[in-house]
């Protein structure tokens, strides 16, 4: 197969959708693989390195995508990509439909195969391909928070590890999932106090067997929120209810119950955030004050360490690349059901009933 990967466009984007590692897996696989001339270069991959595992590098975006059967990337197509996508093509990359009518619009006009990462499901529910990209957030949530607990970001002034005779700072995390794990390990890691806050015992009991004693659970409920947002100095927000907008864990009014100088990293904003003010942010405008409490909203976070991101999606995207590669399409999405639930919009139906149901559109059931 020839398998195409362009420069990502979309602003500040510096994610790559290949390594040369997978380019090399690919090669020795007998596929032909084009890589845009700058693709891997913020996620520093030279096209130099592309070319010894032998990658063919292409100058322009449009030579990538008219001589590919596969296209492999990180965000969806934007405006100017749109009509570059051919009949036939299988896209893999993440496309989030349900948030663009003229997305999928688009998508449904081309005709091509749209296998969307997000949606790629395993047999328990989980999804291998958003996994990794929450484990990015929920770690840099923790290194953005201590940022903005210093005193000229306008946060508390507090030292999350503390220092001997002082204590440390205290980490409130809401919902102990991917993202909630990998922030109280960091925090933890550094020193702080940290409270998790989840409805699930069983992640509860797991974060109680796993984490040093310094981090402590306890069961989500307003009556705790209200507790602990008094007393903790950084707040986590990581809560998710597959398929829902996150639930306003944080009301207005409890701002004012919060410490001046009280800083909110609200992971979950990608699903409307689990604090009522939280509005989305960019990497170039990431934080805003309501009532003294600094809100870090930033629904890209991963796109701000390219270098570790990259590698952590493409070591889990290469699998399923490869299938794709050897086998086609239609007969690796029949040998992998989870890659299967990865379909999206094929020859200008849409295949996947969220989607369709989000834009009163007809769906095609794929038997
Ligand atoms: N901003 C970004 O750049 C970025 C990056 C990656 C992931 N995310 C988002 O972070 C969020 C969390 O992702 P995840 O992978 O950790 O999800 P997850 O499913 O692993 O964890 C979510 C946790 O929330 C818990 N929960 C649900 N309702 C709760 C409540 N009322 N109180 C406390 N906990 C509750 C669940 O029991 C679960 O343990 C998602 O919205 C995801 O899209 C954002």
Redesign the pocket.
């Known amino acids: 197969m020839i398998i195409g990967i362009p420069k990502e466009i979309k602003n500040n984007e510096s994610r790559v959708g290949m390594t040369p590692a997978g380019v090399m897996e690919l090669v020795h696989n007998g596929h032909t693989v084009h890589v845009q001339s700058g693709a891997g270069a913020g996620s520093g991959f030279s096209d130099d390195d592309y070319k010894k595992v032998g990658a063919h590098i292409l100058d322009t975006i449009g030579q990538v995508y008219t001589l590919s059967e596969m296209i492999v990337k990180v965000k969806e197509p934007i405006r100017e990509e749109y009509d570059m996508v051919q009949k036939g093509q299988v896209v893999f990359t993440y496309f989030h439909f349900a948030s663009s009518q003229r997305l999928t619009q688009a998508m449904i006009d081309s005709r091509a195969v749209c296998i969307a990462y997000e949606t790629v499901e395993d047999s328990d529910g989980t999804l291998p391909l958003?996994?990794p990209?929450?484990e990015?957030?929920?770690r840099m949530a923790i290194q953005q928070g201590a940022k903005y607990l210093e005193k000229p970001k306008k946060g508390r002034g507090v030292l999350l590890g503390g220092v001997p005779g002082v204590p440390p700072g205290r980490v409130l995390v809401?919902?102990?999932?991917?993202?909630?794990i990998q922030a109280a390990k960091m925090a933890a890691g550094l020193g702080a106090h940290v409270t998790m806050?989840?409805?699930?015992m069983k992640?509860l009991r797991y974060v109680n067997d796993v984490m040093p004693s310094h981090v402590v659970t306890e069961y989500?409920n307003e009556y705790n929120i209200r507790k602990h947002i008094r007393t903790h100095d950084l707040i986590v927000g990581?809560?998710?209810?597959?398929g829902a907008r996150?639930?306003k864990?944080i009301t207005r009014d409890m701002l004012r119950c919060m410490r001046p100088g009280t800083v909110i990293v609200d992971?979950?904003?990608?699903?409307g955030g689990c604090v009522e003010t939280t509005r989305p942010t960019t990497h170039e405008n990431p934080e805003y004050i309501v009532d003294d409490v600094v809100h870090y909203c930033?629904?890209?976070?991963?796109g701000a360490v390219p270098y570790t991101s990259t590698l952590a999606l493409t070591n889990v995207t290469l699998p399923y690349v490869l299938n794709l590669a050897n086998k086609g399409w239609e007969a690796a999405c029949a040998a992998d059901a989870s890659l299967k639930k990865g379909l999206n919009i094929v020859d200008g139906q849409v295949v996947y009933s969220e989607i369709s149901e989000a834009f009163d559109l007809s769906a095609r059931v794929l038997v």
């Open positions: 958003l996994t990209m929450s990015v957030a929920g809401l919902g102990a999932g991917t993202v909630g806050l989840d409805i699930n992640r989500s990581g809560v998710l209810l597959k996150a639930p864990l992971v979950a904003v990608d699903q930033v629904a890209n976070m991963p």
